[in-house]
Nanobody
Framework: QVQLVESGGGSVQAGGSLRLSCAAS????????MAWFRQAPGKEREGVAS??????SYADSVQGRFTISQDNAKNTLYLQMNSLKPEDTAMYYC??????????????????WGQGTQVTVSS
């Protein structure tokens, strides 16, 4: 099964930017649907962005500020986060599922998860 390792989290002031990375242990293009989720303390894990054969999908709360992409040569998934807000503070998780032909957005649809990377945005 694929192993996922996130990196790139940190602390930033509101309005700043961060780029998260998710390194996969195997080739993911046309093999896995990939996504980013986040979970704030006391809240449920929510979808942020997904990427699959049908394109990309974003949560309304991040549309226009976040961009999901992947470097197939490096087996790496990215999340570029701009114009960060305090409400973006959360643990961010990378996820994968073998149904690469779908664009999955629900956390219950993903079978493989990374350990997460913390993002903290101060006002």
């Amino acid at each position: 099964q694929v192993q996922l390792v996130e990196s790139g989290g940190g602390s930033v002031q509101a309005g700043g930017s961060l780029r998260l990375s998710c390194a996969a242990s195997e080739y993911t293009y046309s093999r896995y649907c990939m996504a980013w989720f986040r979970q704030a303390p006391g809240k449920e894990r929510e979808g942020v962005a997904s990427i699959g054969s049908d394109g990309t999908s974003y949560a309304d709360s991040v549309q226009g500020r976040f961009t999901i992409s992947q470097d197939n040569a490096k087996n790496t998934l990215y999340l570029q986060m701009n114009s960060l807000k305090p409400e973006d503070t959360a643990m961010y998780y990378c996820a994968a599922d073998r149904r690469w032909w779908l664009l999955l957005t629900n956390r219950n649809e993903y079978n493989y998860w990374g350990q997460g990377t913390q993002v903290t945005v101060s006002s």
